[in-house]
């Protein structure tokens, strides 16, 4: 069973910076691609940005020159840094094997003065 956790959501004031990780277990993490999605209240999820296996990246015209996903196959971990947060940034971040019915459980980031 392939399970994944989330971390380091927060507080954050606009234009900070917040990182989030996410650790897969129970899976080949390095042949996965792997997304970061997000929710807001009464929104529907969305993509924000993702990694192919080979380290390829997309993103949302939303965060591009502003978040980085990033992987570290040695720790089966994929990295979202967030850079110039704006309160529109506020919602549950979530990671998936993409493409997969697998995610983690969310981690809430609030951006606000």
């Known amino acids: 069973q392939v399970q994944l956790v989330e971390s380091g959501g927060g507080l954050v004031q606009p234009g900070g910076s917040l990182r989030l990780s996410c650790v897969v277990s129970?899976?080949?993490?390095?042949?996965?691609?792997m997304g970061w999605y997000r929710q807001a209240p009464g929104k529907q999820r969305e993509l924000v940005a993702r990694?192919?296996?080979?380290?390829?990246?997309n993103y949302a015209d939303s965060v591009k020159d502003r978040f980085t996903i990033s992987r570290d196959n040695t720790k089966n971990t994929v990295y979202l840094q967030m850079n110039s947060l704006k309160p529109e940034d506020t919602a549950v971040y979530y990671c998936n094997v993409y493409g997969s019915r697998y995610w983690g459980q969310g981690t809430q980031v609030t951006v606000s003065s």
């Open positions: 990694i192919s296996n080979g380290g390829s990246t």
């Open positions: 129970g899976g080949i993490f390095s042949i996965y691609a």
